[in-house]
T-cell receptor
Framework: DAKTTQPPSMDCAEGRAANLPCNHSTISGNEYVYWYRQIHSQGPQYIIHGLKNNETNEMASLIITEDRKSSTLILPHATLRDTAVYYCIVRVANAGNNRKLIWGLGTSLAVNP | NAGVTQTPKFRILKIGQSMTLQCAQDMNHNYMYWYRQDPGMGLKLIYYSVGAGITDKGEVPNGYNVSRSTTEDFPLRLELAAPSQTSVYFC?????????????FGQGTRLTVV
């Protein structure tokens, strides 16, 4: 699976958009980009995933560059409850049953009042 | 709908003791996973299962064992606990119908070995 690179930490003002970048320059054509977050001491929570088109759901938007070498997770109106570690994971959905997630260190996002 | 339930939430073990961390999911998911997370680090996969009766090693399986006799349950067994196994343990599950990677996590078991 391709390796991802994320900044270790970011700050964002409450109510503003939080834009979290992720580099995955070695991504393969069949690898998806997944985002999870982990609020302190809790289990990780799935946010969104995409292959090459931009995606949006009730939590966030995912913007993937045309060459797919990087992506940005956007929280449109960050709240204090969005303070968490955000993980960007690149993963191929194998034709077989071997599906695993490889986790890096993520980006620690602090939303400030 | 409970999702993924882990018990216990906290446990202190003495070196050499053994215990079983319980994990149950009520979503009829095929895949289940056990991860450990050391302070300030990402998650590391211990074992996983693609269905009842089928398990396989992950990245850090040494010192652990698992079984999957039913779709719902995926217990993790620690034999001869060591201080290096002090960590937070997360169980997760996912469905093959959704690509197998939108995983749902339990709230974790915080284990300390002294």
């Amino acid at each position: 699976d391709a390796k991802t690179t994320q900044p270790p930490s970011m700050d964002c003002a409450e109510g503003r958009a939080a834009n979290l970048p992720c580099n995955h320059s070695t991504i393969s054509g069949n690898e998806y980009v997944y985002w999870y977050r982990q609020i302190h001491s809790q289990g990780p929570q799935y946010i969104i995933h995409g292959l090459k088109n931009n995606e949006t759901n009730e939590m966030a938007s995912l913007i993937i560059t045309e060459d797919r070498k990087s992506s940005t997770l956007i929280l449109p109106h960050a709240t204090l409850r969005d303070t968490a570690v955000y993980y960007c994971i690149v993963r191929v959905a194998n034709a077989g049953n071997n599906r695993k997630l490889i986790w890096g260190l993520g980006t620690s996002l602090a939303v400030n009042p | 709908n409970a999702g993924v339930t882990q018990t216990p939430k906290f446990r202190i073990l003495k070196i050499g003791q053994s215990m079983t961390l319980q994990c149950a999911q009520d979503m009829n998911h095929n895949y289940m996973y056990w991860y450990r997370q050391d302070p300030g680090m990402g998650l590391k996969l211990i074992y996983y299962s693609v269905g009842a009766g089928i398990t396989d090693k992950g990245e850090v399986p040494n010192g652990y064992n698992v079984s999957r006799s039913t779709t719902e349950d995926f217990p993790l067994r620690l034999e001869l606990a060591a201080p290096s196994q002090t960590s937070v343990y997360f169980c997760a599950s996912s469905s093959v119908d959704r690509g197998g990677t939108e995983a749902f996590f339990g709230q974790g078991t915080r284990l300390t070995v002294v």
